[in-house]
């Protein structure tokens, strides 16, 4: 009866060919498996086949649930910030988040020398977290540089120390959980995929928070550029247009940011400089801007600096950004590739209350003539235009080559002074060649204030030998790092006991720094009594409106802790800089 004793999966009916070949389709594979589990495990899969199916469908429902109800609980339970990389918000919270406790002990993270690693090369930031006087101050001490073996070794100290900069570290792709304030934080990096330029750049965090109130949020952001713009103080800040790579858009990249200049630095008719800057105070105060808008006038403001170069035309928009606390908007016309697309991209995304100076602005080529210009100093050609004198544009037009790439004179004047520019900037233009300008650049609403940079005259000559020998403060050596930690050492500890007594050592220090410094009050006190005298030799010497406040600045430079010597030899460099300015316009003949 051994037929009776028959295995019953094999006299259970199979799968139809087209079952089977559904199957197949489905689940790749699903023959030979099939085959393996009949033939070497005795197990035949169609037996569970509706078990697994109705696993299957029970794993996409729980999936899909789950993913419906964590989608629920984001959009009504869960407040979320979006940080875009192209918002300088991304650069603050960076920074921030380089600085919290918490990075130091997680293990995903991002290191570099920058909170953003997607600054551009020109940007020189690192001194934000290098106390300047940390290695130098000690070397400010008396006897400590007077001798060349003295500064073989600090300047071997300042080579190996630069050659390390400050890590910072900062979250890697992903999500990160992090407290702030007793509240569990999430923050997620994401970054699409691919292989477009385009995708390495875009970048997004999203700052997360149990709850609806996002006020914790807000708090976040707020300390993240509290932190930032302290980091500044006081002083001005410098952007300039940059784009990522070729073909992109510009954008305002910032680039450094530099103590303030004193105005009383720029070698300038006294007059002049307050008038430049009782203008600017006017065009700022509130009520200007309501006088402007119940008028219907454009709120803007332009000036002119001209003169030779090296007169102090830059230098005096620097040093009233830094007196009014604006920041520095630099802008280069001569690039080929900036147009005029860009130039009112940017021009658009400027704050309301800043500075935007364009440097040189006759050598861009494109504000000398209304037609088409080629300029060949800049090796490109440029197209100008303006909507005033369509017929003047036709008939150049007509003779001249084709337009390139560039920003026409047109397209400057819109973004100037169009119907749809920017309001509340000031607009500062600096030029060598006044003359060369086109006279719609220069007219009333877009250069609203010409003020002329001449050679030095005596005074100036005057102040500027005042400037470069009186006294600063931090000249002395009792300002010295070293000093201020003997200082800071007599200091109460934290628990309120004061600290032991010097050591032998330390207390020499003391008095080597007390004697140093009244020898250097004894050397300032005789130094200032004749500063003014020496000026006044120093001018009758160098005659008035000849040289450049940069040519005179130059050569006191090479005499700066000596003002008897620069006298000395003031009568032969003043002979030497004729010969040479003699021999250049002769060449140039």
């Not at 500027?464 to 800071?488: C, H, K, V, W």
Request: aromatic share 8%; glycine share 6%; proline share 5%.
């Amino acid at each position: 009866m051994e037929f009776n004793n028959t295995n019953p999966s094999t006299t259970r009916p199979g799968l139809s060919s087209s079952d089977s070949a559904m199957l197949e389709v489905l689940v790749p594979g699903y023959t030979l498996i099939s085959r393996f589990l009949v033939s070497y495990l005795h197990i035949d899969p169609t037996i569970y086949l509706q078990q697994l199916v109705l696993l299957a469908l029970l794993g996409a429902a729980v999936r899909y649930i789950s993913l419906y109800i964590v989608d629920l609980v984001k959009e009504y339970f869960v407040s979320t910030a979006e940080i875009r990389l192209d918002d300088e918000v991304f650069t603050y919270f960076m920074y921030w988040m380089s600085r919290q406790p918490h990075m130091k002990r997680t293990n995903r993270f991002v290191a570099g020398v920058k909170a953003n690693g997607y600054q551009s090369e020109e940007e020189d930031e690192d001194e934000d977290d290098v106390n300047p006087d940390k290695s130098e101050g000690e070397w400010d001490e008396p006897g400590s540089s007077e001798s060349a073996d003295d500064f073989d070794e600090y300047w071997a100290k300042v080579v190996s120390r630069d050659k390390y900069k400050p890590l910072r570290f900062t979250p890697s792709q992903g999500s990160h959980v992090f407290w702030y304030k007793n509240r569990p934080l999430m923050l997620q990096r994401q970054k699409e995929d691919g292989n477009n330029r385009m995708v390495l750049i875009n970048e997004r965090l999203y700052l997360s928070c149990l709850g609806r109130d996002a006020s914790i949020l807000r708090d976040v952001l707020n300390e993240a550029q509290e932190a930032y713009v302290q980091r500044d103080g006081n002083r001005t800040i410098i952007y300039r247009g940059h784009r990522y790579y070729s073909g992109s858009s510009w954008y305002w990249n910032r680039c450094m940011a530099r103590s303030p200049r004193p105005l009383s630095t720029v070698v300038l008719d006294v007059e002049q400089k307050q008038d430049f800057i009782d203008d600017i105070k006017e065009y700022l105060h509130p009520r200007t801007r309501r006088w402007y808008s119940n008028r219907g006038i454009p709120y803007r403001r332009g000036y002119l600096l001209h003169g030779p170069p090296g007169t102090g035309k830059t230098s005096l928009c620097f040093a009233a950004a830094g007196l009014l606390g604006l920041k520095l908007y630099l802008l280069n016309l001569n690039s080929k590739a900036l147009d005029e697309d860009n130039l009112s991209s940017l021009f658009s995304e400027l704050p309301q209350r800043c500075i935007v100076l364009l440097e040189d602005i006759d050598t861009a080529g494109i504000t000398k003539s209304r037609g088409k210009t080629v300029v060949t100093n800049v090796k490109s050609e440029d197209e100008t235009g303006d909507d005033f004198e369509i017929e003047e544009i036709d008939k150049i037009g007509a003779e001249e080559p084709a337009k390139a790439d560039g920003i026409t004179l047109s397209g400057l004047l819109n973004v100037i002074d169009g119907v749809a520019a920017s309001e509340g900037r000031i607009l500062v233009m600096t030029s060598n060649h006044p003359d060369q300008l086109d006279a719609a650049l220069l007219r009333p609403g877009r250069v609203d204030m010409s003020i002329e940079f001449r050679y030095a005259s005596s005074e100036a000559i005057e102040e500027l030998f005042t400037a470069i020998y009186a006294t600063m403060e931090g000249d002395s050596p009792q300002t010295s790092a070293s000093s201020r930690r003997l200082t800071n050492g007599n200091a109460k500890q934290p628990n309120g006991r004061t600290p032991s007594p010097p050591n032998m050592k330390r207390t020499k220090s003391q008095e080597l720094n007390e004697k140093a410094e009244k020898e250097h009050k004894d050397r300032v006190a005789s130094l200032q009594a004749r500063v003014s005298a020496l000026a006044k030799q120093f001018a009758s010497i160098v005659p008035a409106a000849e040289f450049t406040a940069a040519e005179i600045q130059g050569y006191l430079l090479n005499h700066k802790s000596t003002p008897e010597a620069a006298i000395k030899g003031a009568e032969t460099w003043v002979q030497n800089l004729r010969e040479k300015k003699k021999a250049r316009e002769e060449k140039s003949a």
